[in-house]
């Protein structure tokens, strides 16, 4: 059984940071592919960001380029999102997702349609 953990979020001030981390079980996690979504209160959830299983692809949503940047690291099974300049409206709960089919391509963010999720991570900015 799949079993995704986040960790790192919490309340900051704009223009701060917060490191992201999931930490992933149950999956022969350099297989897959992984992603970052999150969903604001009120709102559905979005795509963040989405890492090849390799590290070599990265994708992101326009509203975090040049500010977020997600890597991963398949020694330890972890995937984390290092967000840098965070804004109001970057608050929200931060979900860890991990695609279902080994080694697909290209990224999509519909390849997390039927994805494994983590519990969420709230993230506060303030203004």
């Known amino acids: 059984q799949v079993q995704l953990v986040e960790s790192g979020g919490g309340l900051v001030q704009a223009g701060d940071s917060l490191r992201l981390s999931c930490a992933a079980f149950g999956l022969s996690f350099s297989r897959y592919s992984m992603g970052w979504f999150r969903q604001a209160p009120g709102k559905e959830r979005e795509f963040v960001a989405t890492i090849s299983w390799s590290g070599g692809v990265t994708n992101y949503a326009d509203s975090v380029k040049g500010r977020f940047t997600i890597s991963r690291d398949n020694r330890k099974n972890t995937v984390s999102l290092q967000m840098n300049s965070l804004k109001p409206e970057d608050t929200a709960v931060y979900y860890c997702?991990?695609?279902?089919?080994?080694?697909?391509?290209?990224?999509?963010?519909?390849?997390?349609?039927?994805?494994?999720w983590g519990q969420g991570t709230q993230v506060t900015v303030s203004s």
């Open positions: 997702a991990a695609d279902r089919l080994t080694h697909r391509w290209p990224l999509s963010t519909q390849n997390y349609a039927n994805a494994d």
